[in-house]
């Protein structure tokens, strides 16, 4: 018995299919096009400020509210990596171009509707710098920039 739960051990495990299991999507999972469908609610327990908040605004009323860990990262993660952390496990498809949001499910930038992100309230330009303990990120569709009063924001630099 030994044996055969050894040999059977030693054939099906391994690293990599443990890794699979953990990060890649089910083939039942709902994949959406809305960024603002879905939420992770709630923080995280016993990790102190190792957080990052993530709001996307994406019309007037909808709005999706997350909170990820940076435990989840072997390294500490750029404002881009946790967005794609985030569009993974919400499932939604998510762009960068130029270190900054591109589109995010169907909402992509045109000429003059954009995505804009503020980290702790300012506006940041590039996406790709290294996630600060407990950032909150606030990024923001359907407006140009520093127009942001239709979503209650004026606070915003």
């Known amino acids: 018995m ?9 054939r099906l495990y391994s690293p990599e ?32 400020d190792r957080y990052i908040k ?28 946790a967005i794609q952390e985030l569009s993974r496990v919400n499932g939604f498809p998510a762009v960068f171009k130029e270190n900054n949001i591109d589109s995010l499910g169907t909402l992509k930038n045109t000429k003059d509707i954009i995505w804009s992100c503020y980290i702790d309230q300012n506006l940041s330009d590039n996406l790709d710098t290294v996630v600060r303990n407990a950032a909150t990120i606030d990024c923001f569709y359907g407006v140009k920039r520093f127009n942001l009063e ?8």
């Open 17 to 48: 299919k443990l890794n699979d299991l953990l990060i890649t999507q089910s083939k039942f999972k709902d994949i959406t096009q809305d960024p603002c469908q879905y939420h992770i609610n709630g923080d995280p327990l016993g990790i102190d």
């Open 54 to 81: 993530i709001k996307l605004y994406c019309h007037p009323g909808e709005e999706s509210f997350n909170t990820l860990s940076l435990d989840v990262f072997k390294n500490k993660p750029t404002y881009t990596e």
């Open 150 to 157: 239709i979503y209650g924001y004026n606070g915003y630099k």
């Open 2 to 10: 030994f044996l055969f739960l050894r040999y059977r051990y030693q």
